[in-house]
């Protein structure tokens, strides 16, 4: 159980917290929302190198390990495509974070307007990083714009 010294100052995010975020934008998750942790532990030691075990990582997603190793940060950083410095400085995370909801939103925006409704669909690019969500949301936006020059009739001819 975390004591009152690990728990963070309003507006301090916890590794938890960060992992958690990464987990949902960019990890493979189960049918139950929940991703394989030996899995992924895997994944990320044969990437990085490092040692790293399902239960380890459980447990600092769970809030039950506070204080990673800055290698197990660099290797979790690595694997996420994020800075190290996500897990180390607020303002970073909150920033990325921020960067993250936004591009969904456009995104979810941008498919809602295009009639995108496959479960499918979404699930796949709701993992995109923001730059990829922009794009997605910017190429919707095209095609749609595309299909409706398409199927408008030309204008009669001004006499």
Do not use: C
Not at 106 to 117: I, K, N
């Amino acid at each position: 159980m975390n004591s009152d010294k690990d728990r963070p100052i309003e507006g301090q995010l916890t590794v938890s917290e960060k992992l958690e975020h990464l987990l949902q934008l960019r990890a493979r998750l189960g049918e139950d929302g929940i991703p394989s942790y030996k899995k992924l532990a895997a994944e990320i030691a044969a990437q990085s190198g490092e040692s790293f075990s399902g239960a380890y990582l459980w447990q600092l997603h769970r809030g039950e390990r506070t204080n990673p190793t800055l290698r197990h940060l660099r290797a979790l950083a690595a694997y996420f495509g994020v800075p190290v410095s996500y897990f180390t400085d607020d303002d970073v995370a909150h920033r990325m974070i921020d960067q993250d909801l936004l591009a969904s939103r456009e995104l979810d925006q941008s498919m809602a307007e295009a009639g995108v409704s496959a479960v499918y669909l979404r699930g796949d690019l709701a993992a995109l990083s923001p730059e990829g969500k922009r794009m997605a949301a910017d190429m919707i936006r095209q095609i749609r714009e595309l299909e409706q020059n398409v199927n408008t009739p030309p204008s009669p001819p001004r006499s």
